[in-house]
């Protein structure tokens, strides 16, 4: 069988949490990478094209938020999960707001990694199925072949994560869908995370989409249940 492994790249400064995770990443079946610095991350990513990083945020130099950063725009297809110190809370969120599409919270057990990965990897295959219809939206068009979102013809970036919520919208136009339904349907039932994760998503998502995020247009809050994807 000439199966295609799925490339992860693992950031981490400490060569024995690092070292940890890439044999358990290689057990599980992908091909693993392995990078000590932030830069020597983004380097690495721009010239081996991982489809998963796997980013702690303390690391000397530039900061797993930094490299979220730098390779979110250019790499919108990549998926990024961070690697937060447990008490830093607010790290979750920050990682989340800059993009990133999962986090886990260090000391981990490496199966959930893995569980983790593989959950967002079926997620976009099955957004990726071929569908020759696009979902239109007065001047909002959802490419589901080119995983590729348009608003009045010019394209928006979507990571993976925020093209599969905003997916789950526009093919339930005016219908009230409560934030369990929709964090289910993304992240799936097993999943065992914050409903806040949803609420940042809503937030990036309005932020790329909407002329004032502060006064939205397309996604609007049902306030004690969900979001509606107006139909005004
Ligand atoms: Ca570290």
Known sequence: ???????????????????????????????????????????????????????????????GFEVCTRLRDRMPELIIIMLTARGQDIDKITGLELGADDYMVKPFNPRELTARINTVLRRMERSKLPEDVPLEYKNLVMDLKSQKFFKDGR??????????????????????????????????????????????????????????????RYIETVWGYGYRWCDK
């Open 155 to 216: 394209e928006i970036e979507l990571t993976p994560t925020e093209f599969s919520v905003l997916k789950m919208f526009m093919s339930n136009v005016g219908r009230a869908l409560s934030r369990n339904e929709l964090f289910n349907s993304v992240w799936g039932k097993n999943y065992f995370g914050d409903l806040k994760t949803l609420d940042v998503y809503i937030r990036r998502i309005r932020e790329k989409i909407e002329e004032d995020p502060s006064k939205p």
């Open 1 to 63: 069988m000439n199966e295609v492994k799925v490339k992860v790249l693992v950031v981490e400064d400490e060569a024995s949490i690092r070292k940890f995770i890439a044999i358990n990443l290689e057990r599980s079946g992908f091909d693993v990478l392995e990078a000590e610095t932030g830069e020597k991350a983004v380097e690495m990513a721009e010239a081996y094209k991982p489809d998963v990083l796997v980013l702690d945020v303390m690391l000397p130099g530039i900061d």
